[in-house]
Structures are given as structure tokens and as C-alpha cells.
């Protein structure tokens, strides 16, 4: 899970080490479409892509604000559009889409009293805005609106000891992979996503990665969140808390009712786990989800649909068996896995089962055998669904027929494998789909300057596989559902079923002023 500190460029995405030599493509493709909160197209009602325009209706009194930002924000980092750094800033954003937006001003917070009157200020003059964490997500910055950006300095980690107990403290601009890092040298990990580069939008929501089988979600470790309302409330949320509602709410659907500040997670002691990797031909699909039934819940058997090449479509399967323990009993039960999972069908190892460090597991997505350019302008299509194995297993088939027509060897299928501990934890949050088997993560690519009709054929893509294995789906993984699609109020009912309801009364509650309505619920 690893990653560098520029992927824009085509570096390979790994956490602490790279592994150039295996990736001569970009990885960026590979997080892009791992199910985290990665940027998405927008959908016009006709299905052509819109451009980012400025609206013609944005608030007048943004204007006002911005221009006097610096003398009610003091001591604050603010960005205006002809600014250096406002420029800079978008051109940092992982996310395409979200760079080619124009907020109206880039704020950057360094403490909490610096959010907090933000949102003083935002709810006084009923300005809009949006939360940017790392920027991986096209709703993180939008045309017309404030963006506060918590990413530039509010980003800090620590490890602290309450009442006897470890736990890390994170700010809300932090990601996974400094966290991950920064426990590493203590001695501790968390359970986090197959990538490193999300913050804290992927770990309010889930966090579902190669440990979920083993130990759960990352939301499942939130212990205590320093939450501030969009009207301008701070709570401390936890299990002990007055306001219940939100503690549950704020632990699934977080970004709609306001900022997360700072989060407590609690630790898990060790950082070694066990790995295997390998490349099949894709007919190994069918064994390997019927086998992966077999699995104990120490093991994880995620695996990417997807080309080896970066040239043209060469569908391949590429697996990552991971399991909890390193131990010498956990390295044997992992090589038996390996040699059994894919059946009769040729594959080879690229890494025979052995003990590693968890933040040194290689990027997710597929080992290249040429070099090509992927490019900084491409826009995923994502959908995230969590889907029972007793069903999909039977439709591998549908899986591999769509990988084979994909609109170009850029576009993958992931199946991320779940159950296990997941489906035993009852905390009170609002994520749905514990009882799945697979997240499975459908991204199709086009780029900026493509065609409408090339753009259209990745949309058709993405939605006729999902269309296609709907039987097999029981939720859908919220941090991909974007607002102002046609499929955008099915998706958010299967996301969160009978709580959706109670998350649309406290909305109302909590931003009645729909400060933070890009956001969908």
C-alpha cells in the first residue's frame, strides 16, 4: 500500500518504499480507482459531461467576504483566485476534476479556533463551501465556493496514552499513510484503506482494506471526534456522548453535516503481516472466488481485473493475499493459499509468501510490462458496491466479458475482500453492508480533452457492469457516490437503507442553512 510523494507525475504509488522497477506506469490509475474517495465525473441529465463553469447565481455576499477574508480570518492562510499559491493549490489536487474548479477563496486553517471561526463567519453570511482533506475527491473544491483547506497546515499526527490506553490523534488535513507511518515507529497500525494517499473523508466512512477481514473497518477504531457542526456547534463526540445521533451519523456520512477537526483512534500493537502477490490469466477469476469461501478470516484475497500493459487491453488478474499474522505458521498457511487459489490456471508469483512490514505492501493495481503515459488530466468514473460472493461467484463471466470490451486498457475491476470481523461489529454507525463478501470497485477512465461520445462510452461502461451484477449487491460503499447523477438517490438509499431518513433530519439540523449540500445525502 505503498506510495510517493508525487504521484501526479507518474511515479509509482507506494507508502514508505518505492517499488519503481515494477511499476513503470503511474499508480496513480491503481488509487484512482481503490475505492476511496477518489475523484469522479458529473452527469448531466442528457449524460454528456458538464464543464466547470462559474455560475451565474453564486452568493453576492461572497464577494464581500472574500475581499475583507484576511481581516476576519487573522493569522490565516487565505488563497485568492490571481494568487500564486491559490494556483499552486489547485495544481497539487490528486483529483483532475477538482483542480480545473475555481473556488472563490482557499482558506487554510492552523488550528482549531482558526475552523471554528470559519464557520462563524460562513454560517453568519450564508456562504457555501466545501472541506478539502487530500484532495482526492471531486467534491473537494467546487466553482463559487469557499474552500477550506485543511490539508496545508492542519495535518498534524500524534501518538498519545489516555487512561492506560494508546490511541493516535489526528488532525483533520491528515492521511492514511502518515498516519500508518507515524505509528509504524511505535510500534502500532491501524487497520486503513489499499492506498495511502485518503485522509480522513475514507476513515469517517469505512476504510476498507486488507485487514477488514482480520479486524475491521477503519471507522470501527474512531474512539472520540472533535466534531464542529455547519452551524457553527463543537461537540466531542464519542460512545459516551449526549448527542448519540451525530456520534453514529458522523461515522458513515461525516461530510455532510460539517468538519471533522481532530479524531482519536485506538491502535493495534505490531506492524508485520504476511504477503503473497501474483499475475494469473483471468481465467483464474472462477477458482478463486469459490476458494476464496475456504478462506479463515486471517486471510484476504483482494484482487484487480485489469491490463498489464499500458499500451493496449491485456487482461490479466493480479492478487494480493494478505495475511494478519507474519509469524512462520501464518507465512505456511499463506503459501498454501496461493498455490490453491487460482486453480489449474497458469499464474506467477511475484512475490512467494513471506513476512513485511504492513506499510511496504506494494500499490494496488497491477505490475506493468511496457511504460506509457497515463497523463495528470484523466477522470475516473467510479462506482463502489458491496456485493455477496454466493452471487458474483456465479457471474465471473459478466466480469470478464466487460474487461475485455472496456474503452481502454485503463479501466479495471477490483474486488477488495471483506466479511470476516466486519460483519461482527456493532458499534451504532450508519455504514450499511457489513454482511458483504467484496467491495468491488468499477472505474472507467477518460480524460479532460476526450470527445462527449468517448466520455459517454466510460459512463456506459461502468454502468452497464453495475447494471448487470445489481442481483449480487446489498450496499453501496458511499465515499464514491457523487451528487447530480441520475443514479445518485438510488445509490445513496442502498448506501444507508433505513438510516437514510434520520441522516436527512439531522442535516437539517445541523447545516439548515445547506452550507455543505455539494455534499450528497
Request: hydrophobic share 40%.
Given at each position: ?41 458529473f452527469y448531466m441529465p442528457d449524460g454528456i459531461i458538464a464543464e466547470t463553469k462559474p455560475s451565474d447565481n453564486s ?463
Amino acid at each position: 500500500m505503498s506510495s510517493e510523494k508525487n504521484t501526479k507525475k507518474g511515479k509509482p504509488d507506494s507508502l514508505l518504499n518505492s517499488h519503481i522497477n515494477e511499476l513503470s506506469l503511474t499508480t496513480r490509475r491503481g488509487f484512482l480507482a481503490a475505492g476511496v474517495a477518489a475523484s469522479a465525473a458529473f452527469y448531466m441529465p442528457d449524460g454528456i459531461i458538464a464543464e466547470t463553469k462559474p455560475s451565474d447565481n453564486s452568493n453576492k455576499s461572497t464577494g464581500n467576504f472574500t475581499n475583507n477574508m484576511k481581516s476576519l480570518l487573522k493569522n490565516v492562510d487565505v488563497y485568492f483566485p490571481g494568487d500564486e499559491n491559490y494556483s499552486l493549490f489547485l495544481k497539487s489536487l490528486f483529483s483532475a476534476e477538482a483542480a480545473h474548479n475555481k473556488p472563490s477563496a482557499i482558506v487554510c486553517p492552523k488550528k482549531h479556533e482558526d475552523i471554528m471561526q470559519f464557520i462563524k463567519i460562513a454560517a453568519e453570511n450564508t456562504l457555501r463551501f466545501t472541506v478539502c482533506g487530500e484532495g482526492l475527491s471531486s467534491l473537494s473544491v467546487q466553482t463559487d465556493m469557499l474552500c477550506l483547506a485543511l490539508n496545508v497546515h492542519y495535518n498534524k499526527v500524534a501518538v498519545v496514552k489516555i487512561n492506560g490506553g494508546v490511541f493516535v490523534k489526528v488532525q483533520g488535513g491528515s492521511k492514511a499513510g502518515d498516519i500508518l507511518a507515524h505509528l509504524n515507529t511505535y510500534g502500532y497500525h491501524i487497520p486503513v484503506g489499499v492506498s495511502p494517499l485518503p485522509g480522513l473523508g475514507l476513515i469517517m466512512r469505512g476504510g476498507i482494506g486488507y485487514l477488514s477481514r482480520s479486524e475491521g473497518l477503519t471507522c470501527d477504531y474512531i474512539s472520540q471526534v472533535n466534531f464542529i457542526t455547519a452551524r457553527g456547534d463543537n461537540f466531542l463526540l464519542d460512545a459516551h456522548c449526549i448527542q448519540k445521533e451525530l456520534w453514529n451519523a458522523v461515522r458513515g456520512a461525516a461530510p455532510r453535516f460539517g468538519i471533522v477537526s481532530e479524531v482519536y483512534l485506538s491502535v493495534v500493537p505490531g506492524t508485520k503481516v504476511a504477503l503473497s502477490r501474483l499475475v494469473a490469466d483471468t481465467g483464474a477469476l472462477k477458482n478463486w472466488l469459490e476458494y476464496s469461501d475456504k478462506l479463515q478470516e486471517g486471510i484476504s484475497a483482494s484482487l484487480v481485473l485489469g491490463s498489464d500493459s499500458a499500451q493496449y487491453m491485456s487482461p490479466v488478474l493480479y492478487g494480493c493475499l494478505v495475511h494478519q499474522g507474519s509469524d512462520e505458521k501464518a507465512v505456511a498457511e499463506l503459501s498454501l493459499v496461493q498455490k490453491s487459489i487460482t486453480g489449474d490456471v497458469k499464474s506467477t508469483l511475484l512475490e512467494d509468501a513471506h513476512r513485511v512490514d504492513y506499510t511496504e505492501i506494494p500499490a494496488f493495481d497491477v505490475p506493468l510490462r511496457d511504460s506509457g503515459e497515463f497523463g495528470d488530466d484523466a477522470i475516473p468514473i467510479v462506482k463502489s458496491y458491496l456485493i455477496k460472493n454466493s452471487i458474483i461467484k456465479n457471474m465471473s463471466a459478466v466480469l470478464l466479458d466487460a474487461l475485455r470490451t472496456a474503452p481502454n486498457q485503463f479501466c479495471r475491476i477490483d474486488l477488495q475482500h471483506i466479511g470476516g470481523k466486519v460483519r461482527r461489529i456493532k458499534n451504532g454507525s450508519v455504514f450499511c453492508g457489513r454482511d458483504a463478501d467484496w467491495n468491488i470497485v468499477v472505474t472507467g477512465f477518460y480524460y479532460t480533452h476526450s470527445s462527449p461520445t468517448e466520455a459517454a462510452q466510460a459512463i456506459a461502461w461502468v454502468k452497464n457492469i453495475m447494471d448487470q451484477i445489481k442481483t449480487a449487491v446489498i450496499s453501496v460503499y458511499s465515499v464514491e457516490i457523487k451528487n447530480n447523477t441520475p443514479e445518485t438517490k438510488d445509490e445513496l438509499e442502498m448506501a444507508f437503507q433505513d438510516k437514510l431518513k434520520f441522516l436527512h433530519r439531522l442535516s437539517k439540523k445541523h447545516d439548515p442553512l445547506n452550507l455543505l449540500s455539494s455534499y450528497p445525502l
